[in-house]
């Protein structure tokens, strides 16, 4: 199964520090975001890698060349325009192919066991939710029975960015600009064609210079 990364956003609010460098690149304990998400990918069987990229995208490539030297293989898109969660997806579908894919929010860190999950029958994606962090304590979504949903049913929790997600759900969008969770996902919750799960292990979402603190003191613990 193919992983897709994002990582051609723009990390302002991580200024200074991504003024003339990718947040993916930003390293906690001793490594750059992009080679820790890069190596679990890997030890879970992820190897055929593809990589959206903006901002400074040659300094991935640089640093990530074709993969082999980590033991994976490296494709890129290059958006000319920032094109969202959701049209980066369907930007790089011609590569990603028809078979469902991991999606992977390059500024995460996590270690999830990535073996454990997959799309249930009858599903077009599955969600990984955390318990809400300080910077979205509303949540987006409710979560009961392995189900989300929108109706208030179940306790309300946060996407983690790591999905499943089936290349059907974009089959019908052109190439624009859009947002992954309100034009595909909710639309798809709603029609219960999603499943999820909530994992209660370590992930944090890399925003600010204070996460980016906060992750480097608990690898240096670990």
């Not at 029958?121 to 392995?146: C, Q, R, T, Y």
């Not at 189900?147 to 059907?168: A, C, D, H, R």
């Amino acid at each position: 199964m193919k992983a897709f990364l994002l990582a051609a956003g723009l990390g302002k609010r991580m200024l200074p520090l991504t003024e003339n460098k990718p947040k993916c690149l930003l390293e906690a304990g001793g490594k750059s975001l992009l080679r820790w998400n890069v190596e679990r990918l890997k030890s879970f069987g992820y190897d055929d890698l593809v990589i959206n990229l903006h901002h400074e995208g040659d300094q991935i490539k640089d640093f990530l060349k074709d993969g082999s030297h980590l033991g994976v293989k490296a494709e890129y898109i290059h958006e000319e325009e920032l094109l969202g969660t959701g049209g980066a997806i369907g930007n790089a579908l011609k590569v990603l192919g028809e078979d469902p894919f991991l999606l992977l929010s390059s500024d995460v860190w996590t270690d999830f066991e990535f073996s454990t999950f997959a799309i249930p029958s009858g599903k077009l994606a599955h969600l990984v939710l955390i318990e809400n962090p300080e910077n979205n304590i509303e949540g987006d979504m409710f979560f009961e029975n392995k189900e989300p949903n929108m109706e208030g049913l179940g306790k309300k929790l946060t996407f983690s960015g790591i999905s499943l997600i089936n290349p059907v759900l974009f089959k019908d969008k052109k190439k624009r600009k859009y947002n992954l969770w309100s034009e595909v996902l909710e639309v798809a919750v709603k029609n219960s064609l999603v499943s999820a799960e909530l994992y209660e292990g370590y992930l944090i979402n890399i925003n600010t210079k204070e996460d980016l603190e906060k992750l480097d003191a608990f690898l240096a613990q670990e």
